[in-house]
């Protein structure tokens, strides 16, 4: 996916938007495998990190494209931990129209 | 964030100060760039979480044409955890981490073949790992990749396919 790279003053690379509206943030995954780094997240909802890039506090929500069936123990962590950062997850085109309403 | 990337370790050989050594080498003789702020994020327990590299193909002062970020998280980070062996075909007996998150590789494919190139030169026991698929990249197989011309769809391609003839 050709996502928007968001630049820092110094010209360095803060991170890769893949769709932003007008109130929302929402990034893409293939599957939940595919979802590796739970930290990322934190620049697009904690103020406080070094490379936050989200200042109009927009609703970040993450499209699983794979269903989520038969889900790992380890993946439900993850699910969880990734929605209490605040994070709408959503599994499906019609979870996803839910979530922009 | 796109299509990710990971580099898999034994997770008794990671250290976050070790990725940063072996980094700074691979961008060496990979001819890139590195940028390193040493900007750390910390845990809620005050701990640190992780930080970030820019590995560019250019130096910084001109407009680059190829860059991506390069994570480096702490050995305590659920962000290492890797439980995934079966769905690649790799040992179950294997301890590994994944380590060295790319967060997108669209667009970045040659600069980060040059990279893993000589950051597996250097941990030929480690993986490239490109999340959207089930497989990954080895030594070896980047040795064959790099015997043959070029190709930017290089980390969509199952590596077990490579002809050489």
Known sequence: MDGQQVKKAD??????LD???????????????????????????NPNNGSYFNPHQKKVILYIEKPLTNVHPNDLKKLQKIKSKGVTIVNSLDELKEALK | MG???????????YSPEKLLADTIVSVFHADATLYFHNNKNYSDNGEFSYTTLNINNNSFAE???QSFIFSVHAINSPSIDF????DLELDS???LCQIGHIEDIYGVQKLIFTFIYEYLRLNPDDYF??????????????KKLKSLP????????DPRLIDLS
């Not at chain 1, 010209?11 to 890769?16: E, K, M, P, Q, R």
Request: contains cysteine; proline residues 1%; charged residues 30%.
């Open chain 1, 11 to 16: 010209n360095s690379l803060a991170g890769d």
């Open chain 1, 19 to 45: 769709v932003v509206t007008k109130d929302e943030i929402i990034e893409v995954k293939k599957s939940i495998k595919a979802i590796t780094d739970i930290e990322q997240f934190d620049k697009y909802v």
């Open chain 2, 3 to 13: 299509t990710s990337a990971v580099i898999l370790t034994k997770k008794g050989n």
């Open chain 2, 63 to 65: 407009k680059s044409e």
């Open chain 2, 83 to 86: 439980y995934y062996h079966e």
């Open chain 2, 93 to 95: 007996n294997l301890s």
């Open chain 2, 129 to 142: 790992w490109v999340t959207d698929f089930d497989w990954v990249y080895g030594w070896e197989d980047m």
């Open chain 2, 150 to 157: 070029y190709d930017p769809d290089w980390c969509y391609q």
